[in-house]
């Protein structure tokens, strides 16, 4: 099976939930929750993709760098290349239904950790998603993250202990849902969280605790006074406020800010090897992708997901020989171009 194959299977059995694009940019699902599209105009999806689009690269090739090293160590654990799966929840409900939320989810985990990497699984409105998501990971030996939605704090530290039972080795939370629609659909109380309540999540734990949805430079500061290991530098995939800047537009004056305090991730329009090189290189120490995994998924099950990360691996690796770096430590923002 080829990845073009992959696609053309995706196609149909997507059956016009998602479009699979040629590029996932948002133009063609603008609007549609359920569904695969940014909320309302689509601008903030679209704005994902627009501003990693703008950041150049500086071509490099007079140097020793010839096999760099992709690889690294997050949270304990050693990974092929800095890309998560992100959690992309609510098959059913958002994709037609063809496929279970088992065996999308169990795809995505078996693809996952066969292409070295790991997993992000969600929460969702119907309490058996975070289960069904939950109990895939602890199959796999625990090897994955589950991201709660931001209920009430004793709901969230209840599903933390759940979490643990299943011997994962990271959790968090996505306060970026704090007002989605899909949620509100269902009648599930969602909302944003004080600092008081992060810290109190944060000490209900002894696992790294990663907070999922900060955009500007003051929220990134309050994150890390409440304790968190890691944040996420995303919009929700522009599914839960119109009308935001793009991740990467945003992700340098946080990292000024937090670099080197917590770990920096990034999600947002992220499409290629050459994509994740570009976050990199903007201040992200690691990125989840989101949307591309499930045509993936849909249309390769575990096979497809392990051969778009073999594919993302490969392209990675091509940029940063051509941009002079031998390891992710080497990335910079001496390989933008400045024009």
Request: charged share 20%; proline share 5%; hydrophobic share 40%.
């Amino acid at each position: 099976m080829n990845y073009s194959e992959i696609l053309e299977n995706a196609r149909t059995n997507l059956n016009g939930s998602c479009r699979v694009c040629p590029v996932c940019n948002g133009k063609a699902c603008t609007g549609e929750i359920p569904g695969m599209g940014g909320k309302g105009t689509g601008e903030s999806f679209f704005e994902n993709v627009e501003a990693l689009k703008r950041y150049k690269l500086n071509m490099r090739v007079l140097h020793s760098c010839k096999d760099p090293d992709t690889s690294i160590r997050l949270f304990g654990k050693k990974m092929r290349i800095p890309v998560f799966a992100a959690p992309v929840a609510g098959t059913a409900f958002n994709l037609g239904g063809k496929f279970t939320e088992e065996e999308y989810i169990s795809w995505i985990t078996k693809g996952s950790l066969e292409g070295g990497i790991y997993p992000m699984v969600g929460d969702g409105a119907h309490d058996a998603l975070f289960v069904i998501n939950l109990k895939e990971l602890q199959n796999a030996g625990g090897n994955g993250i589950p991201i709660i939605k931001p209920w009430e704090n004793e709901r969230v530290i209840e599903k933390i202990r759940m979490a643990e039972t299943a011997e994962v080795f990271a959790v968090g939370m996505d306060i970026d849902a704090a007002g989605l629609i899909t949620l509100a659909l269902h009648g599930k109380p969602v909302g944003p969280k004080s600092v008081e309540d992060i810290r109190q999540i944060c000490r209900s734990t002894e696992l790294p605790f990663i907070l999922k949805g900060i955009m500007t430079p003051d929220e990134a500061e309050l994150a890390v006074e409440a304790g968190v290991a890691a944040i996420v530098v995303s919009n929700h995939g522009g599914r839960a406020l119109d009308h935001t800047p793009g991740v990467a537009d945003v992700l340098p004056e946080i990292a000024k800010k937090v670099k080197g305090k917590i770990a920096i991730l990034a999600d947002g329009g992220i499409r290629s090897g050459v994509d994740v090189l570009k976050m990199l290189a903007l201040g992200a120490d690691a990125v989840l992708i989101g949307r591309p995994f499930v045509p993936a998924a849909f249309g390769g099950q575990s096979e497809g997901v392990k051969i778009y990360i073999d594919n993302i691996a490969a392209d990675l690796k091509s940029a940063m020989i051509l941009t002079g770096c031998n390891s992710i430590g080497d990335i910079s923002s001496r390989i933008l171009f400045e024009g």
